[in-house]
């Protein structure tokens, strides 16, 4: 089993061997999502996160990401802390098993997330058709 992780660099130009940030550690390298299943979510042989990425800042200075999950095929929306490092919130928007290809993601100032994304046919039996979904989201 493999978990690939979706990462967020911050630099104006990529260091090579730059540090993992976490806590007490300073760094340039940001992890948004493990790979992992979330608590009482079935393990997946191996995960892509982050394959196709939508990015913005939210009005209190965190990093929303909307992002599609490839193994699992599924949207999933996050919310990056800069100030303590961590992912504050990872959401499963929409777990169709074809969800989540090119999202993007707009934040309104009331803190609310539209997220548009496509669902394929071809991705999964459980679509009768291509579709085009926006979901909003209260914004994590």
């Not at 979330?38 to 990015?55: D, V």
């Not at 490839?70 to 929306?77: E, G, K």
């Not at 934040?107 to 071809?122: C, E, H, M, N, T």
Request: charged share 10%; proline share 7%.
């Amino acid at each position: 089993r493999s978990a690939q992780q979706l990462l967020l660099y911050q630099s104006s130009s990529l260091t090579a061997h730059a540090a993992h940030a976490r806590p007490g550690v300073p760094g340039l390298i940001h992890l948004i999502d493990d790979g992992r299943p979330a608590a009482g979510e079935a393990w997946h042989a191996q995960t892509l996160p982050g394959s196709q990425t939508s990015i913005v800042f939210t009005p209190s200075g965190k990093i929303a990401l909307a992002y599609q999950d490839a193994t699992p095929v599924n949207l999933m929306l996050a919310n990056y802390d800069p100030i303590t490092l961590a992912t504050v919130s990872r959401t499963v928007v929409r777990p169709l098993g074809s969800a989540g290809f090119y999202p993007h993601l707009l934040l309104d100032q009331a803190g609310s997330a539209f997220v548009s994304s496509a669902s394929i046919k071809a991705a999964t039996a459980q679509l009768s058709a291509n579709q085009l979904m926006v979901d909003l989201v209260k914004a994590p």
